[in-house]
């Protein structure tokens, strides 16, 4: 099975900027779909981003459009969350997420791997 690590997160005044990465075991996968995903306490886990393996077509949730970039390094097997215009409403713990067989990007149940999370917190 696919191992996913994230790391990246932190605390971070609000209007900055993190970058999140998510390190994948073994080759590139082909054919893959790659997303993150966040869970503030008390809430349920929403989407974020997601990229087919082509990387030529991207999704955001509309809370974050035009402020996060997901993007990949496939030489790494890194995917990456570039977290621009950060917002206190932005805090949660991050999680990246894999799948060979992703229909849904936005439901959970699609991606069969997922990573142990990191926590980004933005300060008012």
């Known amino acids: 099975q696919v191992q996913l690590v994230e790391g990246g997160g932190g605390l971070v005044q609000a209007g900055g900027s993190l970058r999140l990465s998510c390190a994948a075991s073994?080759?590139?996968?082909?054919?893959?779909?790659w997303g993150w995903f966040r869970q503030a306490p008390g809430k349920e886990r929403e989407f974020v981003a997601a990229?087919?393996?082509?990387?030529?077509?991207?999704y955001y949730a509309d809370s974050v459009k035009g402020r996060f970039t997901i993007s990949r390094d496939n030489a790494k097997n890194t995917l990456y969350l570039q977290m621009n215009s950060l917002k206190p409403e932005d805090t949660a713990v991050y999680y990246c997420?894999?799948?060979?067989?992703?229909?849904?990007?936005?439901?959970?149940?699609?991606?069969?791997?997922w990573g142990q999370g990191t926590q980004v917190t933005v300060s008012s």
């Open positions: 997420a894999a799948g060979p067989r992703v229909m849904t990007i936005t439901i959970r149940g699609a991606y069969d791997s």
């Open positions: 990229m087919r393996w082509t990387g030529t077509t991207t």
């Open positions: 073994g080759r590139t996968f082909i054919g893959y779909t």
